[in-house]
Each structure stands twice: as C-alpha cells, then as structure tokens.
C-alpha cells in the first residue's frame, strides 16, 4: 500500500535530486528556498554555502565537468537569479553540466508584482538547454529528471527550474507521487563506418597529420584510445587549454611549445573534442594552410562544418569514435 506521508514541495525537490545521483548543491539561501537547502541536506546532498551566487554557479558546473555529472546551484528569486546567469551561460556556452534552481513567486501571485517578480523562465531559455517551471508538485520529479538528463545527454550544458515560492511548503501525500529511475549515463555513439574509412585514408595519406584534443575528449575520459593512437601511430598531438592533461604534456609527440607552427605546417588535422572557435583561430588562414583537411570528431551534430568543411564528420563520443579511428589504422 502506498504511504499516506504528507511530503513538502522542498522535500520533493531534495528527493528527486537525490534520486537522479545529484550529489552537490552550492547556493545562496533566502526567501523562498531555505527550506530547499534544508530538505537537500537531510536527504543527503553536501550544501555549500557561497557568497555569490556567480560563482556557486562556477563551482557547480566545474563540479559537472570534472564528474560528468551535474551539481545544483540553488538561488533566490529576482537578483539571486540574474546573478546566477553569468555562470550558468558560461556553462552552458563552455558545455558543462549543471542544474540551477531559482526561487520564484508564488503561483498565485504571477504577473501581479509579487516580491522581487521577475520573468525568469523566459529569461533562462537564452542561456541554458532545458527551462521550466513546475505547475504542480506531482511534475517536480519529473522536471528534475528531465533536467538532469538534458544537461548530460548531447552537447552537455545548463539546465533550469523555477520553484514557485507557495510550493515550497505546501504538502501532498507520498502516494501521490511518481519518482522517475536515476536517468541513465550519456549514450556512447559510434561515428558512420564509412567516415572512419575517410578518415583513416586522409591520416594515412597526411605527410604532417596532427591532433588536436579538445574539452570533448576530456569530457568523454578519452586519454586511453587518445594516448594509443598517439603512441602506436606516432601522431603528434596539440592539446587545447582545457585539453590540457589528457595526454600530459611532457609526451615526445606533444607540439605544445611550437604550437604556431605545427597548425600552420599540418596537412591533415584530428580534431577530437574541439571547436573550431576563436581558440583555434576558426581553422581559417593565415594560423592554417588553406588547404588543410580537418578530420571533425563531436558529439554534436551542428557543430560538424562549422567555419570549416570537413573531409570526415565523425559524428559521436570521442572515446569512442578514438577506438574506432585506431582499429582501422593498426
């Protein structure tokens, strides 16, 4: 028989965070969510507390990034949110996961100036994946699954959930309740066969291939297809700033420190994980020969072409995709 327990607004957003292996949340508490960060607490989810809610935002994504797994970054209402927005277009610009709860007015009270009102869904949809605001307590769970899951799944980024103020406190029995499975890890994609096969006769044919190994294949725990294809194949490789430690730096093949040179002299590049934005000059002369063949390796399907055509699209999980490159070339 399902329990008859009246359960909070508060302890339903804990709950359901929990059950989708949230782990950490960072905020700022005030009107309406103290009770959040309370619930989140006793359902077993380490709370930090910051002083701006900026950088709670920083430090949940960086947490997402380096677990691959989102945090929560709770704030309040109005100000508390649009201080949050910083980091959470920074994270979802820079693809880090992460969740961001906002408090919100109450429901009864939308677009009648309530305290500190402001239009924070629409607001959120310009700098994150996924923005929505519960309309009962039974879609709490729900919402946060979704959350979570589209700040993994794909191209990882920031997600958003308001909580009207009133759902906070307000009660409902357990039995009504439906809590979603924790959502399963990304999905490992593979790349088409027949792009492999472009790809490996383009490296095969390069008289300066390199590799350049981006934020992606850092995400996707890549160092050890990365660092056989670089050892068995004799590849030289340019990690990018947050491709840095993938393959550390002192490696042989490592052209770090003639960087200018090794992207103006390659003829076939391997870009795994890495955008072709203003860190790598747009893949455009003079940094670049303009006939160099670019081998694009990404999760996301749009970003496959951008500024510059590649010879092969390799289209999913760099890790993955890295395997895939290294059984057809050995």
């Known amino acids: 028989m399902a329990s008859q327990e009246p359960v909070t607004g508060a302890q339903i957003i804990a709950e359901a965070l929990v059950a989708q292996d949230v782990k950490y949340m960072f ?83 939308e677009t009648m100036g309530a305290f500190q009102e402001f239009p924070q869904v629409e607001t959120c949809r310009l700098y994150s994946k996924f923005s929505a605001r519960p309309n009962c307590l039974e879609a709490i769970p729900s919402v946060v699954e979704k959350a979570v899951r589209t700040s993994m799944y794909g191209r990882p980024g920031a997600c958003y959930i308001d909580i009207p103020g009133d759902f906070v406190n307000k009660m409902i029995d357990r039995s009504a309740l439906r809590f979603p499975e924790c959502c399963l890890p990304r999905p490992i994609g593979l790349a088409d066969s027949s792009e492999i096969q472009k790809a490996v006769a383009e490296l095969k044919n390069a008289q300066n291939p390199l590799i350049i190994v981006g934020k992606g294949a850092a995400f996707s725990h890549a160092e050890d297809s990365i660092r056989r294809l670089v050892d068995e194949c004799g590849l030289p490789f340019l990690p990018t700033p947050m491709g840095k430690g993938v393959v550390p730096d002192n490696h042989p093949f490592c052209v770090a420190a003639a960087r200018s040179s090794a992207l103006l002299n390659a003829d076939v590049i391997l870009l795994l994980g890495a955008r072709l934005n203003w860190i790598l000059h747009f893949g455009l002369p003079p940094r670049f020969r303009p006939d160099v063949k670019i081998i694009q390796v990404d999760i996301c399907a749009e970003e496959l072409g951008n500024n510059v055509k590649p ?15 290294f059984g057809k070339t050995v």
């Open 27 to 109: 905020g700022i508490v005030g009107i309406p969510v103290i009770e959040v960060a309370v619930a989140a607490q006793v359902a077993g989810i380490k709370y930090v507390g910051m002083r701006n809610e900026q950088a709670a935002c920083y430090a949940a994504s960086a947490v997402g990034y380096l677990t691959g797994r989102p945090a929560a970054c709770l704030v309040v209402s109005g100000p508390g949110l649009i201080h949050a927005l910083g980091g959470m277009a920074n994270s979802n610009m820079n693809c880090w996961p992460v969740i961001v709860l906002g408090g919100s007015s109450d429901a009864n009270q």
């Open 311 to 325: 010879v092969a699209s390799l289209l999913g999980d760099v890790n993955a995709v890295t395997q895939q490159v």
